[in-house]
């Protein structure tokens, strides 16, 4: 699952008929485990301000935080970090 945030405000999109906030952030939650019994994700948050070459590993959030900054309740709740590895290219 993917969306925005509006946690404050930024500006808005510029040669529009109609208004429309620019977000201040996107969250991402990625089941990564086998099965759903298993409820392991990997969540994340960036702010708009994100860096575009900024590590995705350096915003690691649960996904409790998601529910929290978002205001929505997802299906299945966890609290868990799934643990990533990245190889260095």
């Given at each position: 699952m993917t969306?925005?945030l509006?946690?404050?405000h930024?500006d808005?999109?510029?040669?529009?008929?109609?208004?429309h906030?620019?977000?201040?952030?996107y969250?991402k939650?990625?089941?990564?485990?086998s099965?759903?019994t298993e409820?392991?994700?990997?969540?994340?948050?960036?702010?708009?301000?994100t860096?575009?070459?900024?590590s995705?590993?350096?915003y690691?959030?649960?996904?409790e935080?998601?529910?929290?900054?978002s205001?929505?309740k997802?299906?299945?709740?966890?609290?868990?970090?799934?643990?990533?590895?990245?190889?260095?290219?």
């Open positions: 969306s925005t509006y946690e404050r930024i808005t999109l510029p040669s529009t008929t109609k208004q906030p620019i977000p201040s952030g969250w939650i990625i089941f990564t485990a099965t759903p409820e392991t994700f990997a969540a994340f948050i960036m702010d708009q301000d860096p575009r070459a900024a995705f590993c350096s690691q959030v649960t996904v935080e998601i529910e929290q900054r205001g929505l997802c299906r299945r709740p966890s609290r868990q970090r799934a643990n990533l590895f990245v190889d260095s290219w």
